[in-house]
């Protein structure tokens, strides 16, 4: 039995949609487009959204909304993938780690609260694995540190204190307490990639909280104008009869979505209250099953919170990165693929490059030395999952 490690849930309601994009003569950003940015922001309890080609580029335009860049600092994770720091990187600011806390996956808040300075512009948290981050320990956090901000442009000033631009990129449909992941922190982006829960094959989406004073139709514009060369018109806008003329406000970027990548959105939409009802199946599955094992797993689901179920990652006690290594080359045998989230950042080459030392950072290597995320997805059947946690039982021992 070969089980796959995150395969993309597509249906004929997907390949319906992809197909009538495709006979409508507009393939590229134009009207599905915009009905998936409505639908995202009606999901997210928002009042929009503006959909890009990655959630790479979400955060990014959203760090540049805020006019940050060169001189400017911003915290993130020391355990998360590269985009979480890469964006940071891409505007030119300068880039702070912080270690996670002890025995878990996000930030040290102590820590975070240390790192603010009064060129700190923004905090990047992680809701890793789809489990929303304690925004309210953020939010006081920078409360008490308001005395430092220094504000460079209208949003950061209407903001008054350190923004907080959520990395939600495995959170889209996550809760905590009773606000869905997007209402919750200033600016979210998602990411629709292949392996994602939703997907548009690549593709993201950015959504804000309403901002007292700032315009959102205003703010909506400038994302397009980011996302498309910085042009006054869109391609859809030029076709309308002698409206070909158009203006470059500044040289800004190429990072819009497709209509065809939004069709694949727009139906995955439709399907997602039964996706993510069908990864909490398969989760407790898992939890029930490894319950008593020398297993340590994320909690997905609580009173106050209840997790999107993206990753199902387990830490596996008393075992070191090479054990780790070993037992995911004996599931690989037995045709199972796993994985693991994630290296931390001071780990990989371009952030040694930028003086990062993951001695620094003992938490967040801790974590990773022990860690391997099992196959959770919706193409995964019951029979697929009882062997899936079979040959992990025997692989751990």
Not at 64 to 80: N, Q
């Amino acid at each position: 039995m070969d089980v796959l490690f995150s395969p993309p849930d597509i249906t004929e309601r997907e390949i319906a949609e992809v197909v009538d994009t495709l006979r409508s003569g507009w393939i590229t950003t134009g009207p599905k487009t915009k009905l998936f940015e409505k639908n995202i922001a009606e999901f997210c309890h928002t009042s929009k959204a503006v959909c890009l080609n990655s959630a790479t580029a979400c955060s990014e335009m959203a760090l540049r909304a805020l006019g940050i860049g060169p001189g400017d600092e911003v915290i993130t994770s020391a355990y998360t993938y590269t985009a979480s720091a890469s964006v940071v990187c891409h505007v030119g600011a300068k880039l702070v780690l912080v270690d996670t806390a002890e025995n878990s996956h996000e930030m040290d808040y102590e820590k975070l609260e240390a790192a603010i300075t009064e060129k700190t512009k923004a905090v990047i948290p992680v809701d890793l694995a789809g489990i929303v981050c304690d925004y309210n320990r953020i939010f006081e956090i920078l409360e008490r540190k308001k005395n430092l901000f220094r504000p460079t442009n209208k949003i950061q000033r209407k903001i008054g204190r350190v923004a907080v631009v959520a990395d939600g990129a495995h959170a889209f449909g996550a809760v905590r307490e009773g606000k869905k992941c997007g209402e919750i922190a200033d600016f979210t982006s998602f990411s629709f990639h292949a392996v994602k829960n939703l997907t548009t094959a690549e593709g993201g989406a950015v959504v804000w909280k309403d901002i007292e004073g700032i315009d959102n139709e205003e703010l909506y514009k400038q994302f397009m104008l980011f996302s498309l060369h910085g042009q006054s018109k869109d391609a859809l806008a030029k076709t309308q009869l002698g409206a070909w003329e158009y203006d470059i406000i500044a040289p800004y970027y190429k990072c819009n979505m497709t209509d065809i990548m939004a069709s694949i959105g727009l139906a995955q939409l439709e399907r997602y209250p039964a996706i993510l009802e069908r990864r909490k199946e398969l989760i407790k599955i898992y939890d029930e099953a490894l319950e008593g094992e020398n297993i340590q797993h994320l909690h997905h689901y609580g009173d106050d919170f209840s997790s999107s179920g993206h990753l199902y990652i387990t830490h596996v006690l008393g075992k070191n990165r090479e054990e780790c290594n070993e037992i995911i080359r004996k599931m690989a045998e037995k045709g199972i693929a796993t994985n693991v989230h994630y290296k931390p950042l001071p780990m990989l080459t371009a952030y040694k490059k930028l003086g990062f030392d993951i001695q620094d950072y003992p938490n967040a290597y801790r974590m990773f030395s022990n860690e391997i995320t099992l196959p959770l997805h919706t193409k995964l059947t019951n029979e697929e999952v009882e062997y899936v946690i079979k040959s992990f039982k025997e692989c751990i021992r």
